[in-house]
């Protein structure tokens, strides 16, 4: 079966400092997909970035970047520079591409809390 | 270039009632994700359609809960005979393939039971 354990329910974080989101996973799938998706108060979960098993470097989207160490099992999501609308709840989820080929599974979260 | 669009936002029930939640996929999309989300929980999965098929359903309650994905309209999550513990966001997704990478999601529903 597939996990994903967040270990941080909440973080605050100074505006414009950097901050990382941990988030560590378990599957016995060989290819494999980690995603995270922020939900702000309002409600609806957006995408922020995607980590195929295979892929050979770290992605990165803006001020987004996923750290992913395969043979820790780690997909921790970094925040540059943050910003005050960056406060939100924060989701780490996969998806297998064998097991479970269509099934997200996802982490209980962290809240991410943005000081002035 | 709608997104996944998901009515009603909100929803209202007194117990023993029947809740319909619809989802209008993005344009192009024929697979369709149904997720449940309880309070300060991550997202659960529930079922798993294509046009007119029920792919996966293992998340499904086996009593009262029902989905279908006709080949015209919306998709429908049919909950019958509500209770209390039904109280939940239920977010709907959509993907141009099963095997997407990005899988887009509408705003939710918020069901409340009262």
């Known amino acids: 079966a597939q996990k994903i354990t967040q270990t941080q329910p909440g973080m605050f974080v100074q505006e414009k400092e950097a901050v990382t989101l941990d988030c560590t996973y378990d599957t016995s799938d060989p290819s494999y997909g980690l995603f995270w998706y922020k939900q702000p108060s309002s409600g609806e979960m957006i995408f922020l970035i995607y980590?195929?098993?295979?892929?050979?470097q770290n992605a990165t989207e803006g001020r987004y970047s996923l750290n992913f160490q395969k043979a820790r099992k780690s997909a921790n999501l970094v925040i540059s520079a943050s910003q005050l609308g960056d406060s939100a709840m924060y989701f780490c989820a996969m998806r297998g591409v064998i097991q479970g080929a269509q099934k997200l599974v996802f982490g209980q979260g962290t809240r991410l809390t943005i000081n002035p | 270039n709608a997104g996944v669009m998901q009515n009603p936002r909100h929803l209202v029930r007194r117990r023993g009632q029947e809740a319909r939640l619809r989802c209008s996929p993005m344009?192009?999309?024929?697979?369709v994700y149904w997720y449940r989300q309880l309070p300060e929980e991550g997202l659960k999965f529930m079922v798993y359609l294509q046009k007119e098929n029920i792919i996966d359903e293992s998340g499904m309650p086996k009593e009262r809960f029902s989905a279908e994905f006709p080949k015209e309209g919306p998709s429908i999550l049919r909950i019958q005979q509500v209770v209390r513990g039904d109280s939940a966001a239920y977010f709907c997704?959509?993907?141009?393939?099963?095997?997407?990478?990005?899988?887009?999601f509408g705003s939710g529903t918020q069901l409340s039971v009262l």
């Open positions: 980590q195929g098993s295979y892929d050979q």
């Open positions: 997704a959509s993907s141009a393939t099963g095997t997407n990478e990005k899988l887009f």
């Open positions: 344009k192009g999309h024929s697979h």
